[in-house]
């Protein structure tokens, strides 16, 4: 797109919206008219305050460095001027923003305050005010309106997962920004993990030097059980924690460090074999997923945890120390001698008791160095010392139940806030670990539940949203992850009680897009994707349905597989698309101006002689996914990225008749198997085919057997039987299950599935 048209666009839309500030601020009133900077714009800061200077030198560096307008800082002045205005009746986190067209007024009681107070002017301001170059031509200006803010909620969190993939120093800096320009305020930083240890202890110098390193990193999904075969790791030094917690507490952000135990602690077993129950040796994981390998209780191993937590404390001037606590397998306890005796000993009653023994240990020695301890929920097994506080993310329920036994919480539910998990059709979306987390139900997150009680939604401290990085290797895919999805975090963290509106913050999410795209981040384009629905018609052809989030939008698609542009087919709602033989239809988003949206649909329709005929199961057990009735001739071909389009059974046989519905001539039919033995998918026995012309007579045309039992990994075949050309009514296709799951399989003597899909009759 033309960039003055881009730029049009822009104030356009802040006419529109008339604000597009996130988090909402508590409220906001436009006035009429704007206040115009001028080369004699200059900014007061009358009190003595080094970070209140500082937060005015931000202000005019952001304003130089775009429009190269001095902006003086001075003592005082009347009009045309940016002031600082101390208020003290104002909450910490409250602020006032007053914009009349002779002055801006910022006020609030605290440095924190103004720094809040200075992130929602710069999202008043044209969208390049956070471009890092001089733009020719603009002309800063903000709406002459009154806005008055403050948060929700006193805990508005962001964690990133370092573990599993190390960041760079300069892109921790980066995501501290972000978090900053929407008021997050704290940043919770996992550091440990089975597949890395990622900071240095002095007193411990092989948790970095092996710890560290893993050799190699899973490739795919974990379940393929695929190793890239690269050696892989890092980790920070003191001096670049020092660095980020010191950079962080510059834009008012706590760092949280987390050092997980009992689990999770695969990384430094390595490092130190004598910490853990078998006595090692131990190698830093290579696989994903949950290690029966955890800290063995010793008092070796707590003298150990406990130097580790000083230096760690001394780095972080943080409150909260987080101690993990979460996915503590008890095998290795169970198999234990010194675990039983000790569980004995302090009379407990099982595994679980000494998980909460452990935890509560550590809570006395992070308690007695005046700081608080938080744990995932798993912490609460077994008793929790009361200071505790905890991390609700299995669910919202591990949340409530903390509440109500008045421990202060934390929410960051995996079922709305863990934003590794995908935001749009897994088969458009990069790699993600699972699940399916659009930016709606993102949105849609209310902390408060309501079987809380008054008092105890009092021990609800705020929000946070984790990003673990299994499948995040870089920092541009961290960015994708996280945005638009931090948005509706920052709104639901901050925002008032019942002001969330979806289709409004929308809205403003899509401006927000420009704002990120001139900071440089990887934002995530998925709301926009397109989505289908794909109906069979009763003369074997397919109409195809397109639509996405906008009541009307632009759609071209085209169906020779080239990419569509501009010049491409228009999609016309009322008509959709007809589909008559073998297509690939392929469709992208324009805006008005006739710009591309970088998330395509795509998809492969194979009309043929089967397209649309029905077809009658004699046996079929357990089916799985393949939705419709016509799963297997709805001319959607199963893919190995396409996983909705199968059908799988686990049971029974594959036992079906097709009726083509008239005697016609038909040269040959292909069917497709999956074979995908990670997720227990195996490729048929054998397939029988035969033909018929009255439905109850039947000659077999052919018999084939298959032996894929040793084959790993994953497999799409399409199998194709010679038809001779002959006039058939009715086809019957048998397939047997490969039966039970290998012996070197995970689920061995399970039964294995089938998947089938798209009959092709030609
Ligand atoms: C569960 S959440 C974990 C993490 C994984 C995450 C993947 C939590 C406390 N433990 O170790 O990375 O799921 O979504």
Redesign the pocket.
């Known amino acids: 797109m033309n960039k003055a048209f881009f730029f049009f666009l822009i104030l356009f839309s802040s006419a529109v919206f008339g604000q597009e500030i996130i988090p909402k601020p508590l409220s906001f009133q436009k006035g009429e008219g704007r206040f115009e900077l001028t080369p004699q714009t200059t900014i007061v800061v009358a009190e003595e305050n080094q970070n209140l200077r500082a937060i005015a030198v931000s202000l005019q560096k952001s304003v130089m460095t775009t429009v190269g307008l001095p902006m003086k800082i001075e003592k005082e002045g009347k009009e045309n001027v940016f002031i600082f205005s101390l208020n003290s009746d104002l909450a910490e986190e409250a602020y006032a923003v007053q914009v009349s067209k002779e002055k801006v007024v910022l006020s609030a009681s605290s440095e924190k305050g103004f720094f809040y107070a200075y992130q929602t002017l710069l999202q008043l301001f044209d969208a390049r005010i956070f471009s890092d170059f001089l733009i020719k031509g603009l002309q800063l200006s903000l709406p002459v309106c009154l806005i008055k803010d403050e948060p929700r909620f006193g805990y508005r969190g962001m964690m990133l997962?370092v573990g599993?993939h190390m960041m760079p120093v300069s892109f921790i800096k980066k995501y501290i920004d972000l978090l900053a320009m929407y008021k997050f305020n704290q940043f919770h930083w996992h550091l440990t993990?089975d597949q890395g240890w990622r900071i240095e202890i002095k007193k411990y110098p092989k948790l970095t030097e092996i710890g560290a390193y893993r050799k190699e990193t899973p490739l795919g999904h974990d379940s393929e059980n695929k190793g890239d075969r690269k050696p892989y790791g890092g980790f920070y030094t003191q001096e670049e924690v020092k660095e980020i917690v010191a950079y962080a507490s510059s834009k008012y952000i706590n760092v949280i460090p987390e050092i997980e135990m009992p689990g999770?602690a695969v990384a430094a077993l390595a490092s130190y074999p004598e910490f853990g129950c078998t006595g090692g040796p131990y190698e830093v994981r290579t696989r994903?997923g949950?290690a029966e390998d955890v800290y063995c209780p010793y008092d070796k191993t707590f003298e150990f945890l406990e130097d580790v937590l000083t230096e760690v404390m001394d780095l972080f001037p943080s409150e909260y120390i987080h101690i993990?606590?979460?996915?503590c397998p008890k095998d290795s306890w169970e198999a234990s001698e010194f675990c039983q005796d000790l569980i004995k000993a302090e009379g407990l009653k099982d595994e679980h008791e000494l998980q909460s023994y452990f935890i509560t240990r550590i809570d006395k020695f992070i308690t007695s160095k005046g700081r608080k301890l938080i744990g995932?929920?798993?912490i609460l097994e077994g008793g929790l010392s009361p200071n505790a506080t905890v991390?609700s993310?299995?669910g919202t329920q591990g949340g409530i139940e903390a509440a109500r036994q008045k421990h202060d919480v934390i929410m960051?539910p995996?079922s709305f806030h863990?934003l590794?998990?995908y935001q749009g059709d897994p088969a458009t979306e990069p790699l993600a670990?699972?699940?399916f987390l659009p930016l709606e139900k993102v949105y849609s997150y209310e902390p408060l539940a309501e079987e809380l009680t008054e008092d105890e939604k009092k021990y609800i401290l705020g929000v946070q949203a984790?990003l673990?990085?299994?499948y995040i290797p870089t920092p541009e895919k961290v960015e994708y992850m996280l945005f638009p999805r931090a948005l509706a975090v920052a709104e639901t963290g901050w925002s008032a009680e019942g002001s969330k509106d979806y289709k409004e913050f929308e809205n403003r999410v899509k401006a927000h897009f420009e704002r990120l795209k001139v900071l440089n981040v990887n934002y995530a384009e998925s709301i926009y994707n397109i989505k289908s629905d794909i109906r069979t018609t009763s003369e074997g052809m397919l109409k195809v349905y397109l639509s996405n989030i906008e009541a009307d939008p632009i759609i071209r698609y085209t169906l020779d597989g080239t990419e569509p542009n501009v010049g491409s087919a228009l999609y016309e709602a009322e008509k959709g698309i007809d589909i008559t033989q073998k297509t690939r239809v392929r469709a992208v988003l324009f805006d008005k101006e006739g710009k591309s949206y970088a998330n395509q649909y795509m998809t492969e329709l194979r009309v043929n002689k089967a397209t649309g005929k029905p077809y009658v199961y004699r046996s079929a057990k357990t089916r799985y996914t393949g939705g419709t009735d016509y799963a297997l001739t709805d001319g959607k071909v199963g893919t190995e990225k396409d996983m909705q389009a199968w059908v799988g059974l686990n049971e029974g046989k594959l036992d079906l008749t097709l009726d083509l519905q008239n005697k016609i001539k038909v040269t040959d039919l292909s069917i497709g198997f999956l074979h995908a033995v990670d997720s227990w998918i195996m490729f048929p026995a054998n397939l029988k085919v035969s033909t018929s012309n009255n439905g109850t007579k039947f000659k077999e045309i052919s018999r084939q057997g298959f032996n894929k039992g040793e084959l790993r990994g994953k497999l799409v075949e399409r199998v194709k039987v010679d038809l001779k050309g002959k006039k058939v009514r009715y086809i019957k296709i048998e397939a047997d299950r490969h039966g039970k799951l290998p012996d070197w399989h995970a689920g061995a003597g399970s039964n294995a599935w089938l998947f089938v899909d798209e009959i092709e009759v030609n």
Request: no cysteine.
């Open positions: 997962d599993r993990e999770h994903w949950v993990g606590g979460d996915e995932w929920d798993e991390m993310w299995r960051s995996n863990y590794d998990y670990i699972g699940g984790n673990w990085t299994e």
